[in-house]
């Protein structure tokens, strides 16, 4: 078993609480951070005890005209199956992976025990729960983002799933956009094409598992002595997706202008996680540039890759 | 010793459809056959001599029934009852319900299908089952994921909790709307049955190479035809859909694919004469003149799809016992005028 995620430089502390929070719970899984950064960045980073892997490493054929082609958040997304592709090719009998903007609040040992016994492990948006205005708002959007979220991937080292990442991996190569009409939403709409493609898939149905905004309002998660908990399930690991430390009132950017404190969600998770961030260097680091940024800002659109990349 | 049941939806023009996918099911299958007639009989047919139990929508059980086959036009009122017929059935003491669409013929006995139904509450048949291998691999998946991952042709639902939920579940999505708009997310019903995995814990994905040859995976399944046999990727063919197929154009194959005909696919143009055949002798050239019984209004005049529309997005302020049919054309003026000649007066 194997832990793995991919960054840029601006999200330096969120892996630092990410890693951390992991290593609390399986200090013996090893965690492997791709860090598509300044090499002092990656030096820095590495010196912290946190393993890092730099995206040449990774024998990616294809890198240069992969960067020249995306933007920062097209590459890190681009990069996930290929961290997968690799540690699998290595040998590792299973892979997960996390996104950086995850706490990890309780052990997820039933969790790995599932992505050891299948090919392909996901984490659903929604369980069922009953109707509600927000919930139907919530599934009309899924329609045209994905069923299951791509923060969390599960896989063990079977012929099946290893096709399934060279082939994600050769999608998101070309079509990795967010163009909703047309049916592109990154790496995330991909992933509906799954459980047809990998005979193993297994749907992750613990609620307490890769809770996000999404759920809203059919979770409310509370804290009691021991930690955290989702519906009187234990949160294992919740994904802080679209939220900002710098507005630590505001649930996430995909969220409107719902509050922290008018949602189900424990307000001390929140408040916690942006204490975390911030101390891990969040400021420091907000602005950390992305080294392969174009000569000018509308270079891609007249470069030739990307001419190929439009429709 | 489970008790089964297979169903489709027609409206009356299609009834030849039907009536093959009934005789070709029963010709393999001890199971009785309904028909959920998603149109009104007008006198124009006799259910004695039909090779299915005739099912009306009357029977459904849906309290605002009439605003339901006013909002939906005739395509999207057959493929909106889908839920509401399986539930139906279900209901009345089946264990578990074929759901099979029109457009379908059954080649061989469908017992594997139902094994898999006792041991599971909803059953899928995914478009594809591994990555295309063709030159538009790619495009062909983007299509794939915009109309939607699972096939609504073949779908089958056990009778328990989980399944019922599921059904009411699909039922709310499509009641009021059912509309091909593949640019917000929608498909007819057949989108949201992408949840059905993740909302379903029991569910199975049927990966029998036999089972739901379409025009979207008919070049990958390699048909060959010897002795009458019919045989996909070398297991039997159990159910061929000729979804958009035009018997007036008998060279293509579907609407959907203009590139695609029949003359490409190999042998499985045998299957097609074959359906063209059966289609024809079911009196589907007669069938076509029948009229469509929510066309228009009770007065005869033609109901608009704009006015469909409308009266959709008046949502929930439609009552149940509500019928749009009364309505003519001096309603709306009146209507209008009341409304001192407000624009939005409908």
Redesign the interface.
């Known amino acids: 078993m194997i832990a793995c995620t991919v960054i840029s430089a601006n999200y330096v502390p969120a892996v630092r609480v990410l890693v951390a929070s992991f290593r609390r719970f399986h200090p013996a899984i090893p965690f492997y951070v791709v860090l598509a950064a300044e090499e002092h960045i990656c030096q820095a980073v590495a010196a912290e005890g946190i393993k890092v892997l730099r995206p040449d490493e990774m024998e990616i054929p294809t890198l240069p005209a992969l960067l020249e082609r995306y933007t920062c958040l097209q590459t890190i997304i681009a990069l996930k199956p290929a961290i997968l592709r690799y540690l699998l090719a290595r040998g590792h009998d299973s892979v997960i992976y996390l996104d950086a903007d995850i706490l990890v609040t309780a052990s997820l040992a039933p969790l790995l025990e599932q992505v050891a016994s299948h090919s392909l492990c996901l984490t659903p948006h929604l369980h069922p729960a009953p109707r509600s205005a927000r919930r139907e708002k919530i599934e009309r959007s899924l329609l045209l983002t994905g069923i299951y979220n791509a923060g969390f991937i599960g896989i063990a080292n079977h012929e099946e799933s290893r096709r399934f990442v060279a082939w994600w991996e050769e999608r998101l190569r070309t079509h990795n956009r967010r163009d909703k009409k047309h049916g592109y939403h990154y790496d995330q709409r991909w992933l509906d094409l799954a459980p047809s493609f990998v005979r193993d898939t297994h749907i992750v149905r613990d609620q307490g598992c890769n809770v996000g905004q999404w759920c809203l309002p059919d979770v409310t998660v509370t804290r009691d002595g021991s930690g955290y908990r989702v519906n009187d399930v234990p949160l294992r690991f919740f994904h802080f997706s679209g939220f900002d430390p710098l507005q630590p009132e505001k649930v996430s950017r995909h969220a409107g202008r719902l509050k922290v404190s008018e949602s189900g969600f424990a307000p001390e998770l929140f408040a916690d996680y942006a204490q975390l961030l911030r101390s891990a260097g969040w400021e420091q680091y907000i602005n950390a540039p992305w080294p392969w940024d174009p000569p000018w800002p509308w270079h891609r659109w007249f470069t030739k890759s990307a001419s190929q990349n439009r429709r | 010793m489970s008790r089964w049941a297979a169903i489709t939806i027609v409206s009356k023009r299609h009834l030849p459809l039907a009536r093959v996918t009934a005789q070709s099911f029963r010709e393999h299958n001890p199971v009785p056959f309904y028909t959920l007639l998603a149109d009104d009989e007008q006198g124009r047919l006799d259910p004695t001599r039909e090779p299915f139990a005739l099912l009306h929508m009357e029977e459904l059980g849906i309290a605002a029934l009439k605003p339901f086959q006013f909002w939906h036009t005739e395509l999207e009122l057959s493929y909106a009852s889908t839920p509401f017929a399986i539930q139906c059935l279900l209901r009345r003491g089946y264990d578990g319900v074929l759901f099979l669409k029109q457009e379908t013929l059954v080649l061989d006995d469908l017992s594997p299908v139902f094994t898999k139904l006792a041991e599971h509450a909803v059953v899928l048949t ?6 295309p291998n063709r030159p538009d691999a ?1 495009q062909h ?6 109309a939607g ?1 699972y096939n609504g042709g073949v779908v089958g639902f056990a009778d328990c909790e989980e399944a019922h ?1 599921f059904l009411e ?1 699909w039922q ?2 499509v009641f009021r709307r059912c509309v091909r708009q ?5 498909h007819f019903e057949q ?1 949201w049955l ?2 059905a ?5 029991r569910h199975h ?1 049927l ?1 029998d190479p036999g089972v739901n040859v379409g025009h979207w995976n008919l070049l990958e399944r390699h048909i060959r035809v010897a002795n009458n046999r019919v045989t996909a990727l070398g297991v039997p063919c159990r159910v061929f859909r000729f979804s958009g197929y035009q018997p007036e154009r008998p060279e293509m194959v579907t609407k959907y694919n203009r590139h695609l005909t029949v003359a490409d696919t190999g042998e499985a143009a045998a299957v097609f004469a074959r359906y063209h055949a059966l289609l024809m002798s079911a009196g589907y050239t007669e069938a076509r003149k029948l009229p469509y019984a929510y066309e228009t209004y009770r007065s005869g005049a033609t109901i608009s799809e704009r006015a469909r529309r409308a009266y959709q997005r008046q949502g929930d302020a439609v009552s149940n016992d509500d019928n749009p049919f009364e309505r003519t054309s001096f309603d709306r003026f009146r209507r209008w005028f009341k409304m001192g000649g407000h624009p939005k007066a409908r």
């Open positions: 995914p478009h594809l089952l591994r990555p790619l998946e983007v299509r794939v994921l915009r991952v939920w579940w709310a999505k593949v640019k917000r997310g929608y989108r992408d949840f995995p993740s909302l379903v814990a994905l990966r």
